[in-house]
């Protein structure tokens, strides 16, 4: 703030000072040249000097910009630069609003002179692809590969995307498998591979796939949670014993794939009644039913516990012991009371199981209950009681078909 007050006081003191010297001696210049005379006084003279120096000076410094490197010709690249990247940008926002045809008729063009073509071109690959223009996309592509041989990878996984999306995967496969040969730590890579073996179902390979994902982060963590579910669920739901094995060695075999679950997927209860039916099916269902009573006490199922009361599964006394502390909590539940009456059914148990079927009905009335009351009914000499649970299991039962 002083430095400007300063300034102002001695910028008025010199134009005081000034106009003082023009007024004592205005002084005299004459210029004589041939027929022409010019006079004025020195103080005119000396700002005609000042000004045609100046300008001068700035004409120079005009013709120095306009001919040097960030001049007249650089501002002309920048210009052209700057409608080239336009006319990219134009083609980029028409394939973010679904015009499909219209950005690969921008982009292609622009590819052309643009100062990004590669850009351009895998994104008018993209707009071609998704319009369902193959042959144009693959044509794109092979013009990317020689423009570029830089962006190779790039444009390959482009060209497997395509044939993903055409669903010609073994095509796809052709392409991907020696990508992943060469870098398995890529990705984009990865996220092929793994979309071509999901579509095709082969969970066996993408199992083994699982630990390179996790290892180099293909995909986020929901997105990786959701995958792992599915192929695991999908290796139990469609794992078929071999039949030419003994049945030891089927036993083996389900133990096997029970051992490649992670531990934290295991206490899931679609996973865990998945393994229980594979179990069931070749007679080793006894070592999961700890497991089971484990899981549901941890985490409530209906269907955990719908399958505890299957026949055919051994120690039917200590289930029936789990299932009832169960009661404490869970009384209402028609599934639980459900599951007791038929383990009670198995344990001969009469009289409970008739209480339980009971019990379940009066919650929750249901076609199965009605007729597995219906049986007990029978055996404890109850025939007509037995006949009008039967009758309205059935009347209960078509009534649900016609509302279906």
């Not at 007679?283 to 899981?295: L, R």
């Not at 379940?360 to 649970?389: R, T, W």
């Amino acid at each position: 703030m002083r430095g400007l007050l300063l300034g102002t006081i001695i910028s008025l003191l010199f134009g005081a000072l000034s106009i003082w010297l023009m007024q004592q001696d205005g002084g005299y210049v004459f210029i004589n040249f041939q027929n022409y005379t010019v006079e004025m006084t020195v103080w005119v003279a000396l700002l005609l000097y000042l000004i045609v120096t100046a300008s001068i000076v700035w004409f120079f410094s005009l013709v120095k910009w306009g001919v040097g490197a960030g001049g007249l010709r650089n501002w002309w690249v920048s210009r052209a630069s700057s409608k080239k990247i336009n006319t990219t940008k134009q083609g980029l926002i028409l394939y973010a609003d679904h015009e499909w045809q219209r950005a690969l008729e921008v982009l292609t063009k622009s590819a052309e002179r643009s100062i990004m073509p590669e850009v351009d071109l895998l994104f008018a690959v993209r707009s071609a692809s998704e319009g369902g223009q193959i042959e144009e996309a693959r044509s794109l592509i092979e013009k990317l590969k020689s423009s570029n041989p830089k962006f190779y990878l790039l444009a390959q996984k482009s060209l497997a995307e395509i044939y993903i999306q055409d669903e010609s995967f073994d095509l796809a496969l052709e392409i991907i498998t020696p990508m992943a040969d060469e870098r398995p730590e890529d990705p984009g890579v990865l996220r092929l591979l793994a979309d071509v073996l999901y579509l095709t179902e082969d969970w066996t390979s993408l199992q083994l796939l699982l630990q390179d994902m996790h290892r180099f982060k293909a995909l986020d963590k929901s997105d990786m949670a959701l995958l792992e579910f599915d192929v695991y669920q999908n290796l139990l739901s469609e794992f078929q014993a071999d039949p030419d094995l003994t049945l030891q060695e089927q036993k083996e075999q389900v133990a096997d794939l029970w051992d490649i679950i992670p531990k934290r997927l295991k206490t899931d209860s679609h996973l865990s009644c998945f393994y229980f039916d594979l179990l069931v099916s070749v007679n080793d269902c006894e070592k999961m039913i700890p497991i089971m009573i484990k899981n549901v006490n941890n985490s409530w199922s209906d269907e955990l516990v719908l399958r505890l009361g299957e026949t055919g599964i051994p120690k039917p006394e200590f289930r029936l012991a789990a299932a009832e502390k169960w009661l404490v909590k869970y009384p209402e539940n028609s599934i639980l009371l459900f599951t007791l009456g038929n383990i009670c059914c198995q344990l001969k148990f009469w009289g409970k199981a008739r209480d339980y079927f009971s019990s379940a009905l009066a919650i929750e009335p249901n076609p199965k209950i009605f007729a597995s009351l219906g049986e007990v009914m029978i055996q404890i000499g109850e025939v007509d009681a037995a006949h009008d649970a039967f009758r309205r299991g059935l009347i209960l039962g078509n009534q649900e078909g016609f509302s279906k």
